[in-house]
């Protein structure tokens, strides 16, 4: 079984090398950080992570090839792996198009951007010329890699829509769905596996990671506070396979985003959400917790990931999920 935690980018760099540590020395076996535009810049924090860390795996999730191209990629990917001793994973993901609206980006042919970003960069880290004139790239004999790079990087990516599910299983080393409620494992594992019959043999075994939110806590309102809040930030930009398993349409998150953006009101914009959306992840005690996690365990699953908000206190969650719950799957 292998542990990894994920974060998004909005803590500060102390807090993260604290949390890096801590997940280290309490099992866990990688340690994600995500890079939402106009948040904390996630290779910084990696740079910072690796540095202060001997064991654990480092990773983005994620990032995109419509604001860092995939040349640049490469480039970052080969460079962690050369301060990290070979720890970075390099996870991707075509992005929440909302976002990308933000900086005039548009979201067009995600799926041809993902699969040429992902056989683009192996390339590169392969040492080879990459010429290429795709659907979403456009290179020119040019472009190669001018050092070596220590190793072809692991890719990962991250999934929730059912053709991205499936593009993971076949092409991807591993995928990042966020199973949102845990259950929709279910779901999604049949579209991956779709995917990963038309996988190339020379390919490794598919790392499959059951991404879940979880807010832990001995008191559960406050955990129940900063999951609301985490839905609050990313309800809008989920997907329809993830919102038709919750019984939740895209309109409802409307309001929430108006009084958490236009407002600024994040206690309106938490309010306004219902039982429905806190279905999206796990809150309360380990013991909880681990009710939701033993069928996903049973049903297969090998590597279990834990995303934000983690808790109230994120220290002392990465503490509870390493003294309660890591060890009754080990």
């Known amino acids: 079984m292998r542990f990894s935690l994920r974060l998004n980018n909005d803590l500060t760099l102390p807090e993260y090398v604290s949390l890096a540590k801590t997940a280290e020395s309490v099992g866990f076996d990688q340690f994600w950080v995500s890079h939402d535009l106009f948040l904390r810049s996630a290779p910084i924090i990696l740079s910072a992570v690796g540095q202060a860390t001997s064991r654990i795996e480092i990773g983005s999730c994620i990032f995109n090839p419509y604001t860092i191209n995939p040349a640049e990629l490469a480039m970052m990917a080969a460079t962690l792996d050369e301060l990290t001793d070979c720890r970075f994973n390099l996870g991707l993901a075509a992005g929440a198009a909302s976002f990308l609206g933000w900086i005039g980006l548009e979201h067009g042919s995600s799926l041809a951007a993902m699969r040429e970003s992902i056989e683009a960069v192996r390339a590169l880290l392969r040492g080879e010329v990459v010429a290429r004139n795709g659907r979403f790239l456009n290179w020119q004999p040019d472009a190669y890699l001018r050092f070596p790079a220590p190793r072809v990087t692991p890719i990962y990516l991250g999934a929730m829509g059912p053709k991205m599910l499936a593009l993971a299983g076949e092409l991807a080393d591993g995928v990042l769905p966020l199973l949102f409620p845990p259950e929709h494992y279910f779901g999604v594992k049949p579209i991956i596996e779709r995917g990963f019959a038309k996988r190339a043999a020379a390919l490794p075994p598919l790392d499959l990671a059951a991404c879940i939110w979880v807010s832990l806590a001995e008191e559960e309102t406050a955990a129940r506070r900063v999951l609301a809040e985490k839905i609050a930030d990313y ?3 989920l997907r329809p396979l993830i919102l038709q398993r919750l019984g939740v349409t895209q309109e409802a998150f409307g309001p929430i985003e108006a009084a958490r953006v236009e407002e600024k009101d994040m ?7 219902d039982e429905r959306m806190m279905r999206i992840g796990v809150v309360g005690d380990p013991k909880q ?10 049903a297969g699953v090998t590597h279990l990931s834990f995303g934000p908000p983690l808790g109230p206190d994120p220290e002392t969650a990465v503490r ?8 009754h799957f080990a």
């Open 289 to 298: 917790l681990l009710e939701r996690l033993e069928p996903l365990v049973a």
């Open 320 to 327: 509870m999920l390493g003294e309660k719950v890591l060890p």
């Open 267 to 273: 206690d309106k914009a938490v309010g306004l959400g």
């Open 235 to 237: 309800g809008s930009s």
